[in-house]
């Protein structure tokens, strides 16, 4: 069963810290990954997307990394912001479906 | 944001009651999508649609129903809602764009979500 698993659930840090969010999956075969930020109340607004051929693509402050092997991927915020408290989605999508696999996202909270 | 718009944004209704959730859209595209968020678990697909004569179902079509009337506008019923279709609905939207219709790469852009409470 395809499965996508996000660390840590939760993570509280201080503005101007930087912070990795982690996720794993198990999606095969694997089309691409595509990380979502979900503020309080809206509809997640999509943040990067990876290929097997991409292992880093940035956007700002947000970067993220791509290990196809491990079937691995991270989200690191550099220096961050009140604006990026909010819930990170993971998903991944096989090949030949057009049915996502949504991770559970882990919750930021920027304090200042 | 306002390129998708819900509506209702909120509704509370009692069980065995007929509810539609409607959406639309101004960006243009011809795929649209109808997923549910519950606490603590990922968002899921119940439906989706690449064109007006388009209809498939997704991960958890059972008890839901859809109707594409046209390019911009996609409504999602609940034909006798029950408790534990309580959630977060979202509608988004697609463009495959050169990819073509092989593609799940492209970006989806989600409406602002209808929370939706069955009695």
């Not at chain 1, 997307?49 to 915020?77: P, V, W």
């Amino acid at each position: 069963k395809n499965q996508v698993e996000q660390s840590p659930q939760s993570l509280i840090i201080l503005e101007g810290k930087n912070c990795t969010l982690q996720c794993n999956y198990t999606v095969s075969p694997f089309s691409n990954l595509r990380w979502y930020k979900q503020d309080t109340g809206r509809g997640p607004v999509s943040l990067t997307i990876m290929t097997f051929s991409e292992n880093t693509k940035s956007n700002g402050r947000y970067t993220a990394t791509l290990d196809a092997d491990t079937k691995q991927s991270s989200l690191h915020i550099t220096a961050s912001q009140l604006s990026d408290s909010a819930s990170y989605i993971c998903v991944v999508s096989a090949m030949g479906s057009y049915i996502p696999t949504f991770g559970r996202g882990t919750s930021l909270i920027v304090h200042p | 944001d306002a390129d998708v718009t819900q509506t209702p944004r909120n509704r509370i209704t009692k069980t065995g009651k007929r509810i539609m959730l409607e959406c639309s859209q101004t960006k243009g595209h011809d795929r649209m999508y109808w997923y549910r968020q519950d606490p603590g678990l990922g968002l899921r697909l119940i439906y989706y649609s690449f064109d007006v004569k388009d209809i498939n179902k997704g991960e958890i079509s059972d008890g839901y129903s859809v109707s594409r009337q046209a390019q911009a506008k996609f409504s999602l019923s609940l034909e006798s809602a029950i408790p534990n279709q309580t959630a977060l609905y979202f509608c988004a939207t697609s463009d495959p764009g050169l990819a073509g219709a092989i593609s799940s790469t492209d970006t989806q852009y989600f409406g602002p979500g209808t929370r939706l409470t069955v009695l």
